[in-house]
């Protein structure tokens, strides 16, 4: 039996403990973690600044050194996270359905957990509490898979949370962490269907398309994040300028930071000029279509496949377009489904763009770096979905839950 094998067989074996152990019991166990991650925050930082350096020798762009930072405020706010999930209502055991059929079965729809989850994602430390903490609260075992990046991180992490676990009376093996972070890993974690019961990959484009090309068990697919701000004809300029500083730039490296800009030509002269100033501060490169380039000596000329692209970096694609059609269809065919804004102080427009665009989360007049659980009050998330099956969007404890019938009856015969 390998040693993959040997965490599935015990994350199995915690997940029916688990399943049945009630929401105070639970719920003492997350205080414990998040009490667990501020008590011993010094500890955290040591395992992260070992990884950070490793990170700066190996020449990790910064963007994604932010990605793998801790510090204070940060642990802070993954305890924060971990609360706010332990106050959520509890989702398993709720009865969705009922009904009494005439031949006097009552047949009733009720809220289980999905089981034991695989996750597999990149240099994110925050993942490792945040996914640990909405399985714990749904019921779920999980088996995590992070990057070697952040292994030092992700062990002191997930160290901790075993060991509040088990004061709180509850398997450590609840939470498990890979030890091995080479592909080969990945590749078992993909394939342990006797375990698994999902997987959900979080990370850049290559890891998600490997996983969903990959997986024998079943995945939930998070999503790349080619995120647009589109600025209407009717914008208010100065807002469309903060909200786009906001979503490029308070953190480049995340799935939900713009990567493109569209604007109305009506508008280019006057915009252009006006983002350039509130962008350059933080060295962001312009890389625009031929207009844009006319207009704004400072941008470079876009490439085609700018327009795919998610920089995670300082970096913006920026399209004139001659409309608001032309913007939704452009954004039909580069978008990946995660998260788009308009600006506009048109009610019609900002409806129209509401009801045509295909996308998990779609504003008017707001940053898409709000599409987080965080901020959509779920406490935390387990990932962005971008699939149409099942969850959509910031995946919550409902979105970690399955059902199953239960059928009472008096002695019924068919």
Known sequence: ???????GQAARSAERVLAVAGTDKKNAA?????????????????????DLDAARAAGMRPALVDRLALDESRIAAMAEGVRQVAALPDPIGEVTHTVRRPNGLLIGKRRV??????????ARPNVTVDAAALCLKSGNAVILRGGKEAFRSNQALSELMRRALEDAGLPRDCVALVQDTSRESAWALMGLTEYLDVLIPRGGAGLIRSVVENARVPVIQTGVGVC???????????????????AKCSRPSVCNAAECVLLDRAVAEDFLPMAWERLRGKKVEFRGCPETCAILPQAVPARDEDW????????????????????????????????????TADYFAAQRFLD????AAVYVNASTRFTDGFEFGL???????????????????????????????TGQVR
């Open 1 to 7: 039996m390998t040693a993959l094998e040997i965490q």
């Open 30 to 50: 997350l205080a414990a973690i998040a009490q667990a991650l501020l008590t011993h925050k010094d500890e955290i930082l040591a395992a992260n600044a070992a």
């Open 113 to 122: 957990p999905l089981g034991v989850i695989g996750i597999i994602y990149e």
């Open 228 to 246: 647009h701000i589109y600025v209407h004809e009717k914008a208010d300029l100065p807002m469309a300028a903060e909200i786009l500083y906001n």
């Open 308 to 343: 795919d692209t998610e920089f995670g970096d300082y970096i913006l694609a920026v399209k004139v377009v001659g409309g608001q059609e032309e913007a939704m269809d452009f954004i039909a065919e580069h978008g990946t489904g995660h998260s788009e804004a308009i600006v």
């Open 356 to 359: 045509q665009v295909d996308a």
């Open 379 to 409: 406490g935390a998330e387990i990932g962005i979905s971008t699939q149409k099956m099942h969850a959509r969007g910031p995946m919550g404890l409902e979105e970690l839950t399955s059902s199953k019938y239960v059928i009472y009856g």
